[in-house]
């Protein structure tokens, strides 16, 4: 009783301040659906030119570099150690797909087996690499659309450096074999107190620069920014109470938890940066306005229940995965949305797709996101499910939402901040390039191996008229060509964080017009 109680009472409580926060949003015209609103993000001269330090076409804005000026410590510490964090997380992931079809690689150490590598990778990412360098963003882009200097900017440096002290620390405890044993919640709940204390503080600046704002309307990018800085702590925090969940209600808070640290956590961030860089880049608004603030609620209406289609026949009532199952549909309507306003703008100015590669970057990203959605949806479906589930298919889609979606977007998104951050250009832009072409044909190799793969082993773990070892054996291929994608995505990773360490060490301020602002 006390567990139903409390789950349901701090539902009551979140559904409440989603409704404060929708009827604020009525009442202070945040709904107005015209253009003139998708201008904000623009300044005087700025449309129908393209924006992109990488290219050398940046126009100089004094109010703009004094609001970047405050967020330049906080924003590069995210930044940089995110990217330390998407290496280290990288050969990790690329050991532990090796470990698949060589079982007997490094079995010396306990530290070396797959359970432990494997969920070092998956913390890193999330946790490391995709977290820091949302949140990062976040903080970029937020005094940016409020045209207000970030306020309290020590608050976001203290957050930064308790976060990645408990992300360390929860590293070396699952190296050790402590863990809480349950997937993406793997860190013990000890050590996820300073990621929740580090968080909560990184949050402080940007909730009063919200409220300090100097433009009454906020941009869809700051709806998207604010309210996964509001949904992933309560997600947290109710998914790390020790000894409160067990047995079938730990699985279902564990994937209530699990999926919306994608659908709640990454996916506003992924979808703020990209609603806020597309059109900047191109000089041109998003397509419709309207339809971007209906995706946004229509996320925060459909998306939370989507993750228990993770337990379609399992030890839950059959009402749960219904429910989850229909919203898991329902999620054509955001997705939609997102899909028309930022396909339909890229596709308008094909030009600047050519010239821009964090243009490239952000905008196959946001095509990645249709595509993670749709299969998602269709993957809920029971008939669908009972062929992809406890196969690599499963991990194919996670991929393509986690890598194909929000890390290529955080790719843009990073090379075009720093040049504004640092005051420097790109010291080796040809590795732009090559950072791009790694990771697409990467991922290209390792979405196709594991979603063919992943089909056919769901089918034959099917067939009665099978036995078990051959599902095992008709993977093999698959997961080897998972290696091969695995490898040239890390390379493409190291590319990175080689330029990431040049504009920070190495190269010297720029002198050409554009690169500072």
């Not at 690499?129 to 940016?144: D, Y």
């Not at 109470?241 to 067990?246: M, S, T, W």
């Not at 603030?293 to 996320?299: D, E, K, M, N, Q």
């Amino acid at each position: 009783m006390l567990t139903i109680g409390l789950f349901l009472a701090i539902s009551f409580l979140v559904s409440l301040a989603g409704l404060a926060a929708l009827i604020w949003a009525v009442s202070t015209d945040q709904f107005s659906f015209g253009q003139k609103q998708a201008r904000v993000i623009f300044h005087e001269g700025e449309e129908g030119c393209l924006d992109d330090p990488t290219a050398g076409s940046a126009p100089t804005d004094t109010e703009r570099a004094a609001i970047d000026a405050s967020t330049a410590w906080p924003v590069s510490l995210f930044l940089g150690v995110a990217v330390l964090w998407l290496v280290l997380g990288s050969l990790f992931g690329l050991v532990a797909s090796l470990k698949l079809h060589l079982p007997d690689w490094l079995d010396g150490s306990a530290v070396l087996t797959f359970g432990r590598i494997r969920t070092l990778h998956l913390t890193l990412v999330i946790y490391g690499w995709l977290s820091l360098a949302g949140i990062g963003t976040a903080t970029w882009i937020i005094p940016r659309i409020f045209h207000t200097p970030l306020r309290s900017p020590r608050f976001a440096t203290w957050g930064a450096i308790i976060w990645n002290a408990g992300l360390t620390a929860g590293c070396i405890a699952i190296a050790s074999g402590w863990t809480d044993g349950e997937e993406w919640l793997e860190i013990p709940w000890q050590i996820d107190t300073l990621l929740a204390i580090g968080g909560g503080l990184a949050v402080v600046p940007l909730l009063r620069t919200a409220f300090a704002r100097s433009v009454e309307h906020i941009y869809v990018s700051g709806w998207y920014f604010l309210a996964a800085l509001c949904w992933f702590p309560a997600l947290f925090i109710v998914a790390n109470v020790p000894g409160i969940f067990v047995g079938a209600e730990q699985a279902t808070v564990n994937w209530w938890f699990a999926h919306n640290v994608l659908g709640l956590w990454l996916t506003p961030l992924g979808l703020g940066a990209a609603y806020y860089f597309i059109p900047k880049i191109i000089g041109k608004p998003v397509y419709s306005y309207s339809l971007s603030l209906i995706g946004f609620w229509a996320l925060a209406l459909f998306y939370s229940q989507v993750g228990i289609h993770h337990l379609i026949g399992g030890p839950v009532p059959t009402w749960v995965v219904t429910l989850s199952i229909v919203q898991s549909v329902m999620m054509f309507v955001p997705v939609l949305a997102v899909a028309i306003n930022q396909h339909v703008v890229v596709a308008r100015n094909l030009w600047a797709f050519k010239a821009s590669l964090p243009l490239r970057f952000i905008s196959l990203g946001a095509i990645m996101y249709t595509l993670a959605s749709f299969e998602g949806s269709l993957e809920a479906l029971r008939s669908i499910n009972t062929v992809t589930h406890f196969t690599q298919f499963t991990i194919g889609h996670a991929h393509l939402g986690a890598y194909g979606f929000a890390s290529f977007i955080m790719f843009g998104s990073i090379y075009y901040m720093l040049p504004r951050i640092t005051g420097r250009l790109w010291p080796w832009p040809g590795l732009i390039t090559a950072h791009f072409w790694c990771v697409v044909v990467g991922f290209v190799i390792y979405f196709i191996a594991l979603s063919v793969g992943g089909w056919l082993q769901g089918v034959a773990m099917l067939d009665a008229g099978r036995p078990f070892a051959d599902s095992v054996i008709l993977l093999k291929p698959y997961l080897e060509a998972r290696s091969v994608g695995g490898t040239v995505m890390t390379i493409g990773h190291v590319l990175l964080a080689i330029n990431v360490f040049g504009i920070f060490v190495l190269t010297r301020p720029a002198s050409r017009n554009g690169a500072i602002a």
